[in-house]
């Protein structure tokens, strides 16, 4: 008898509800929800310029009167048994005239109040746990010898939020809502400190990470450039006096060793990125020697020859010994290969003879700054 009155009333009351406005029920709130202000990030979010709230505004605390009776506010794991929506459609910062909508009755609201307040500064509190990034475990070379992260995660990070109301709070990245991103003033990664941008609903805080290598035991050169031979007009000329050579590393291979064990090869052809060259500040004729650095810690040596007219035997001079050599050739005393018949035709007569040889000698003694062959 008892289930049967309990369904005739609640029956009653939805039938009430369908046909009798909402002005017209006895309804007040006894008590206020336990929270009445709802902060950014924590409770609400933007998405472009609407306030959307993270999930339906907790009520937990409040106490209505409904036509006599009270009803609590009770959370379901679908929800909650009453739903706060702004009364002109749109939430807003700052206070906000809600209607507390009773969720099993059609209709059935009453009128209150909640504030939302916004974020107005956010900044770093604590720095991810890991800020140290290893090659080979956390980044590589790309095929053109850039940094290319393998996988990142600011685990550990927390950010202090300062809201418009003076309230503070600090939230870590396993609270959710928090990612990262490559700063816009990064083009490419570098070895050392770099910058980057944690995310937070919206709000950027900057932190920096630090790539970094393993430390390299050993380096060796396993190909030598192809390019070893610089002749005179086409691989260097001369600039105020001075030799500018156009020096081309291709096909330069390097093997690097590392104190974890692990080898690898580099090729300057494929990743001239990891290549520094330290040339010499004065390039002169004969053998000259280039340093090579390869990713700022390991460094190997290059000889490369510059090869130019009066110098006969590729010694880095001019002297007179290049002379005698022209004049043994000039009797049938001396070979030349066709490289050092080209640089003792100082004359560009198309004849290695006397000529060549006194011409040689002036450019030793001072007499001549440069041959026919090089003015031409």
């Known amino acids: 008898m008892k289930r049967i009155i309990s369904i005739t009333l609640c029956l009653v009351m939805l039938l009430t509800a369908l046909i009798v406005p909402a002005s017209a029920y006895s309804i007040k709130i006894v008590k206020m929800p336990d929270k009445t202000v709802f902060y950014e990030g924590l409770d609400w979010a933007y998405s472009g310029s609407d306030i959307i709230p993270k999930s339906d505004f907790d009520l937990t605390g409040t106490v209505i009167d409904y036509e006599g009776n009270d009803i609590s506010f009770h959370k379901f794991p679908w929800g909650g048994n009453m739903i706060a929506e702004p009364a002109n459609g749109k939430w807003q910062t700052g206070k906000n005239k809600v209607n507390i909508i009773l969720d099993d009755f059609e209709n059935v609201y009453v009128e209150s109040e909640l504030t939302l307040v916004a974020i107005k500064k956010a900044e770093l ?174 460094t190997v040596e290059l000889n490369v020859l510059i090869r130019g007219y009066g110098d006969i035997n590729f010694d880095g001079s001019v002297n007179s010994n290049d002379a005698l050599n022209v004049l043994q050739y000039s009797v049938s005393l001396a070979k030349f290969s066709v490289v050092k018949y080209k640089y003792a035709d100082v004359t560009i007569d198309d004849k290695v003879n006397s000529s060549d040889a006194l011409a040689i000698l002036q450019k030793a003694v001072g007499k001549i700054d440069y041959f026919k062959a090089e003015l031409v």
């Not at 202090?160 to 609270?175: A, N, W």
């Not at 520094?276 to 390991?298: C, E, H, I, Q, Y």
């Open 125 to 298: 509190a604590k720095s991810p746990d890991k800020v140290e990034l290893i090659h080979g475990t956390d980044w590589d070379y790309d095929s053109l010898g850039y940094i290319a992260l393998k996988t990142y995660s600011p685990a550990g990070a927390k950010v202090k939020l300062t809201y418009t109301d003076g309230t503070t709070t600090t939230v870590s990245y396993e609270d959710g809502g928090m990612d990262w991103m490559v700063s816009d003033e990064v083009e490419d990664f570098t070895l050392g400190t770099n910058p980057l941008t944690l995310t937070y609903y919206g709000h950027n805080i900057p932190f920096e990470v630090k790539f970094v290598l393993e430390e390299i035991k050993s380096a060796t050169i396993k190909s030598k450039p192809t390019k070893q031979n610089y002749d005179f007009g086409s691989d260097w000329s001369y600039s105020n006096g001075k030799i500018v050579p156009n020096f081309d590393f291709s096909g330069l291979k390097v093997n690097l060793t590392y104190s974890n064990g692990t080898s690898e090869t580099i090729s300057y052809s494929t990743e001239p990125g990891r290549f520094k060259f330290n040339t010499p500040t004065t390039v002169s004729l004969g053998s000259n020697t280039v340093k090579a650095t390869v990713d700022g810690k390991a």
